[in-house]
Structures are given as C-alpha cells and as structure tokens.
C-alpha cells in the first residue's frame, strides 16, 4: 500500500502549482481523498477533501477559489490543482486516503512559495 506525491516545488507568488498522488496497492475509489499541509512550526491543516466519486468537494477557507482537487479513480491519482499562490501556502503538502478504519498517508512533497 502506497501513496505518493508529486509535483512540488519553488514557486514565485501568483504562480500555479499542480500536485499529485498516486496509489498503488489499493482501490483509490473506496477511499475519501484529503490533502493536508504543514508549515515550518504550524499544525497539519486540511486543505481540500474529495468524497469517493468525486461529487463533493471541501476545501479550508484560505484556499478557496485558488486550489481544485479532483480524481481519477480509473488511474488511481488525486491531484491538486493550486493557483495564485502565496508565501503562506509555503508547505510540505501530504494526502491522505481514509476509509473507516483505515488511513494511509503519503510522505508528501514540499511546496515553497517566494521571490
């Protein structure tokens, strides 16, 4: 069982950023897809969630209107799309598959907003 990310990297403010993670081992679609984010001395924090088809989608309110998640469970991939960034979403971005008792997370890739 495996998740792992990508697409991380040093952006300039205002930049876009498109994130993503791929599951190996396990059926993507039975699972509620979250990513998460830590920054340097601040607690984990939701991001955006996505239910299992893809419906119903949360998101923090600091990122609202600037980051989509979605997937494809033929493909086994949860992406996050991320624009207009800033230095405060400077992060290592993590996700996440839950499915009652189970979670399994990635080690997550690491996002740095600056000029």
């Known amino acids: 069982v495996q998740l792992v990310e990508s697409g991380g990297g040093l952006v300039q403010p205002g930049g876009s950023l498109r994130l993503s993670c791929v599951a190996s081992g396990f059926t993507l679609s039975r699972y509620v897809m979250t990513w998460y984010r830590q920054a340097p001395g601040k607690e984990r924090e939701l991001v955006a969630r996505i239910s299992t088809g893809g419906r119903i989608t949360n998101y923090a309110d600091s990122v609202k209107g600037r980051f989509t998640i979605s997937r494809d469970n033929a493909e086994n991939t949860v992406t996050l799309q991320m624009n207009s960034l800033n230095p405060e979403d400077t992060a290592v971005y993590s996700c996440?598959?839950?499915?009652?008792?189970?979670?399994?997370w990635g080690k997550g890739t690491l996002v740095t907003v600056s000029s």
């Open positions: 996440n598959a839950h499915r009652v008792t189970e979670d399994y």
